[in-house]
T-cell receptor, first 111, second 115 residues
Framework: DGGITQSPKYLFRKEGQNVTLSCEQN?????MYWYRQDPGQGLRLIYY???????QKGDIAEGYSVSREKKESFPLTVTSAQKNPTAFYLC??????????FGPGTRLTVL | GQNIDQPTEMTATEGAIVQINCTYQ??????LFWYQQHAGEAPTFLSY????GLEEKGRFSSFLSRSKGYSYLLLKELQMKDSASYLC????????????????FGKGTKLSVKP
């Protein structure tokens, strides 16, 4: 089955902790993206990667970090520097210049 | 700058037709997407327009006018399962890297279908 998977579905973090959200795709897509969704707001781009070993900041990259060591994987780390991390995080992938397809999302809550 | 506007909420009756509008402002327009998102779930792709006109896909159609910076999503024969948020997203080739550009999303229109 081809698709995008994200884990975990729900994640709880204590203040001051770093957490890493997983995103994997087996669609052979070159580009991958991380978005954040808050109530009443549109999806906002955190980071994106168009090719392995390369990634770029989006609108709201502060307090986040990513890596792209494999084509299939684009993990997102939410660091303690992110002051308001509670949100729904969505990973997406696309072929070059193509439609973006989304994973099921991870809901992060800071306790 | 870039701006995408769509109504916050709409209500319609089962079996009816509803039109969800989206207006946008961008200098490097390179396509418009519509996504459906049920509460707590991921957005799923509905349609893509890059040229003016109507694209029909079953009960859903999407229209684009580039000169007016305007699109709409038309849903026919509404069903209860169509209750969801509908996201309009514009690709701007000037936005970030690459020749294709990344997406800018509107805030979404929450559609409630009543029996």
């Amino acid at each position: 089955d081809g698709g995008i998977t994200q884990s975990p579905k729900y994640l709880f973090r204590k203040e001051g902790q770093n957490v890493t959200l997983s995103c994997e795709q087996n669609l052979n897509h070159d580009a991958m993206y991380w978005y954040r969704q808050d109530p009443g707001q549109g999806l906002r781009l955190i980071y994106y990667s168009q090719i392995v070993n390369d990634f770029q900041k989006g609108d709201i990259a502060e307090g986040y970090s990513v890596s792209r060591e494999k084509k299939e994987s684009f993990p997102l780390t939410v660091t303690s520097a992110q002051k308001n991390p509670t949100a729904f995080y969505l990973c997406a992938s696309s072929g070059t210049g193509d439609t973006q397809y989304f994973g099921p999302g991870t809901r992060l809550t800071v306790l | 700058g870039q701006n995408i506007d769509q109504p916050t909420e709409m209500t319609a009756t089962e079996g009816a037709i509803v039109q969800i509008n989206c207006t946008y402002q961008t200098s490097g327009f390179n396509g418009l997407f519509w996504y459906q998102q049920h509460a707590g779930e991921a957005p799923t792709f509905l349609s893509y327009n890059v040229l003016d006109g109507l694209e029909e896909k079953g009960r859903f159609s999407s229209f684009l006018s580039r000169s007016k910076g305007y699109s709409y999503l038309l849903l026919k024969e509404l069903q209860m399962k169509d209750s969801a948020s509908y996201l309009c997203a514009v690709r701007d080739r000037r936005n970030y890297g690459g020749s294709q550009g990344n997406l800018i999303f509107g805030k979404g229109t929450k559609l409630s279908v009543k029996p």
